[in-house]
């Protein structure tokens, strides 16, 4: 096998290379990766010179650099996304751009016959808040911030393609992933790297969102399964089930940091914020996949990784593109 991941040097896209480097031996690995602000090759740097992977910088819009990565691999894989809802809310543009139509050069280079699969990784986030139970993959789409809807978008082409061309498209829909590499303006990374230096954690609203926070490692693992087992044509929800409250994710890391629950500190709310995400998993659970960290092990993994791996965001943390941005994100909230 050999496969063409873009968006492989961001967080899950740098676990899923990890991980079938080490699950699938004999597969080979091209990453094409645009380099964005949350694109770090650092993230990469223990297999940068493993035969079996090579690094591309490119943009997924850009067709002639989709077509000469994309040459001699079976499978595309894409994470290359705008990812933080955040800024999707201060600039939407860029989200539109690469998350629809950079799938589009993708879907069109699988139509051509240049890869046999399109496996979209998408979200959660295009279901929009669920009150109560979970949505299932035939649940409608309700996007609320510019970020879902451009994923919302995709996945609908993505879709289209299949019904149209039979373009053999895969799509999953994750949860929030927690764990190694994850850029820290993401609240998990944002939250514990703040409270390992004593700065307040801005809490959004009354802080009662619930999220399904999954460990990284367990959503690889899904959309691995949903590569080979899957179904051209077929959406597979990827949630482990570990609901928590912000506020109580806020605490718990706190408590396990040995830190003060005065370092939480409510900030106006985020416009047009989710109240609650859930999915059901049942049909990828049906292919075989389950998940190995209930909540609690997924936030005390992650936190021993933060507080272990200070070389990895303190950089990131001190540059002025990283300030910039958290000036203009939470000064005036
Ligand atoms: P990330 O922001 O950490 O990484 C995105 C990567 O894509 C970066 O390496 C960036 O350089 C690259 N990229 C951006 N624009 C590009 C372009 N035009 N061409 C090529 N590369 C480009 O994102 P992530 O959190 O790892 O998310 C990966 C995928 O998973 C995204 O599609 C996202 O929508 C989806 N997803 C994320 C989560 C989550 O909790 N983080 C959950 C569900 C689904
Ligand atoms: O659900 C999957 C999605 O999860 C992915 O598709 C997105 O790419 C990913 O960014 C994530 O979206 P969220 O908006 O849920 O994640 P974020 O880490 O930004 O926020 C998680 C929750 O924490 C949310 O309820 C908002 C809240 N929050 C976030 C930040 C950054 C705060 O309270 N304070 C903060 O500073």
């Not at 139509?111 to 979200?123: E, I, M, N, P, W």
């Amino acid at each position: 096998m050999r496969l063409l991941v873009t968006g492989g040097a961001g967080f899950i896209g740098s676990n899923f290379i990890h991980l079938l480097l080490s699950e699938r031996p004999d597969w080979h690995i091209v990453n094409l990766d645009k380099l964005t602000y949350a694109g770090n090759l650092e993230n990469l740097r223990d297999v940068k010179d493993d035969e079996r992977y090579r690094f591309v910088k490119g943009d997924i819009c850009d067709e002639a650099a989709v077509a000469q990565a994309v040459g001699g691999c079976d499978a595309i894989v894409n994470f290359a996304a705008e990812t933080h809802v955040d800024r999707s809310i201060m600039e939407p543009d860029a989200f539109l751009r690469t998350d629809i139509l950079g799938t589009r050069v993708l879907l069109d280079a699988a139509r051509q016959g240049k890869a046999d699969t399109l496996l979209q990784v998408s979200t959660d986030e295009v279901y929009g808040s669920i009150a109560q139970g979970a949505a299932d993959e035939t649940f409608s789409l309700n996007a609320s911030s510019p970020y879902a809807a451009s994923k919302a978008g995709a996945d609908m082409l993505c879709l289209s393609y299949w019904t149209t061309y039979s373009t053999p498209v895969v799509i999953t829909r994750g949860v929030n992933n927690i764990g190694p590499y994850q850029y820290p303006e993401k609240v998990l990374p944002l939250f514990v790297t703040n409270a390992l230096d004593d700065i307040p954690l801005p809490l959004y609203g009354d802080g009662m969102q619930v999220r399904d926070y999954t460990f990284v490692d367990d959503h690889c693992r899904g959309i691995l399964l949903a590569l080979e087992k899957g179904q051209p044509g077929e959406v597979y929800n990827i949630g482990a089930g570990n609901e928590m409250r912000n506020i109580e994710m806020a605490r718990f890391l706190l408590a396990d940091i040995g830190k003060p629950e005065s370092l939480i500190q409510h900030v106006k709310d985020r416009p047009g914020h989710d109240r609650r995400y859930a999915v059901d998993s049942a049909k990828l659970r049906k292919l075989g996949w389950e998940p190995h960290y209930d909540a609690a092990e997924a936030l005390r993994a992650t936190i021993r990784w933060y507080a272990d791996n200070r070389w990895w965001w303190e950089p990131l943390k001190s540059r002025d593109l990283y300030r910039d941005y958290y000036r203009r994100q939470y000064e005036q909230r």
